[in-house]
């Protein structure tokens, strides 16, 4: 028996039908442009390129020419499927059982976006627009995040584009719709790090220098002291150590070097530039140690790396987009959402330096796992609390 879909359920569908794998375009741009031409919107689609990365395909299109703006901006990238035995049905197919629509995507985040899509164009049936409304939709925030959102929202400000406000459509509920509005988050940085030794036998152990013991003090010296205990929006400074290896493959054997990476959360009592001087010190103090440690005065020779771009902490307290978006979630769900910065990093490290921005979107507790799901419920809820807010924020 075939199950009656709402409209975003079924513009979800389609999207899932689209296998989107970070880089691949595979097909979702083009039926969001297809959709979006209908409603009347001017679309255009770009592609950047970098060194090292892959070519990434991504959308901006826009409806109006007078303000207030607001901007509707996620991904249609998602990440691997892996093993397909594993899921329960086809991961591309958009299957639906008992109310749930299964595939990847479902809520990171190709249902936010046909929510997004929904409400606009309801609104649009409903109403004539009294300002513009646009879609930033990027290719690559699943993958390394260079040829996407950030190189979008520069190209789109070289054509005149400017925002009065932003909702990404990231799932950010994390049990019900209602919970949470996303209105910052914490910075984050990477690094890899080497201590240098001098490689051995291992029962001759004065003829070599082995690096992990310094590697063991340096890690001891980043880890023992909490970088503070948070602030009134924000969690504490969280450091961890994601891999540890000396790469040597015999037992009877000191290794040359050993290698640490790490990442680094951090709130608003630091930038990025305050980190990595505290992570330098933390080094260095460890490195004092080990050299007290071992009795002598050999040092200890480590080099950091600095893994990637910092991703800048930021707050959003723009009082009439969170205000407007909170009223619509009342008024759908009767739920109050907390205002959060918990969580990972998203597109909106970006957005932030061009217009105030928050998060909303679907529950996500399956994101990125086997059978990724969202109720149809939900997608419907969640397509009502966005045409409330743009009826609420259009009528100011």
Not at 231 to 251: H, I, K, R, Y
Not at 266 to 280: A, H, R, Y
Request: net charge negative.
């Amino acid at each position: 028996m075939t199950q009656n879909l709402s409209r975003s359920a079924e513009i979800l569908r389609e999207l899932i039908r689209c296998p989107s794998i970070t880089p691949e375009e595979g097909g979702a741009l083009t039926y969001l442009e297809g959709e979006l031409t209908k409603l009347g919107f001017c679309v255009k689609r770009v592609t950047f390129s970098d060194e090292n990365t892959p070519d990434v395909e991504n959308l901006y299109a826009r409806i109006g020419n007078d303000a207030p703006h607001i901007m509707f901006a996620g991904h249609t990238d998602v990440v691997p499927i892996g093993n397909a035995d594993d899921w329960s049905s086809d991961a591309f197919s958009g299957d639906v059982r008992d109310g749930v629509m299964f595939g990847r995507g479902a809520v990171d985040m190709k249902g936010g976006i046909a929510c997004f899509l929904g409400a606009v164009e309801a609104y649009l049936a409903n109403n004539k627009l009294k300002g513009s409304i646009s879609f930033l939709i990027t290719g690559d925030e699943e993958g390394p995040s260079v040829n996407g959102t950030d190189k979008l929202l520069r190209w789109a400000q070289d054509k005149g584009e400017t925002w009065d406000a932003c909702i990404v459509g990231e799932p950010s509920n994390p049990n019900v719709i209602g919970d949470v509005i996303k209105n910052g988050r914490r910075g984050s940085l990477s690094g890899r790090f080497t201590v240098n030794g001098v490689q051995g036998h291992a029962a001759y152990p004065h003829l070599a220098d082995n690096p992990v013991c310094g590697m063991t003090d340096l890690l001891n010296a980043l880890l023992e002291t909490p970088f503070d205990e948070g602030t009134a929006m924000f969690q504490p400074t969280n450091l961890e150590v994601t891999s540890v290896d000396v790469g040597n493959a015999t037992t009877n054997v000191i290794p040359a070097k050993a290698m640490a990476s790490f990442n680094v959360r951090f709130n608003d009592l630091w930038t990025g530039d305050t980190v990595k001087q505290e992570i330098k010190s933390r080094f260095e103090k460890g490195a004092t140690r080990s050299i007290i440690r071992k009795g002598k005065d050999t040092p200890v020779r480590f080099e950091i790396e600095w893994i990637g771009r910092v991703s800048h902490v930021f707050l959003t307290k723009d009082d009439m987009l969170i205000d407007t978006l909170t009223n619509a979630i009342k008024a759908v769900t009767g739920k109050t959402p907390e205002l959060s910065t918990g969580g990972g990093t998203s597109d909106a490290r970006f957005i932030k330096d061009y217009c105030p921005v928050v998060e909303f979107g679907l529950v996500g507790q399956t994101m990125h796992q086997v059978d990724e799901r969202t109720p149809l419920s939900d997608i419907d809820k969640l397509t009502k609390v966005y045409s409330e807010f743009l009826e609420g924020y259009f009528k100011t």
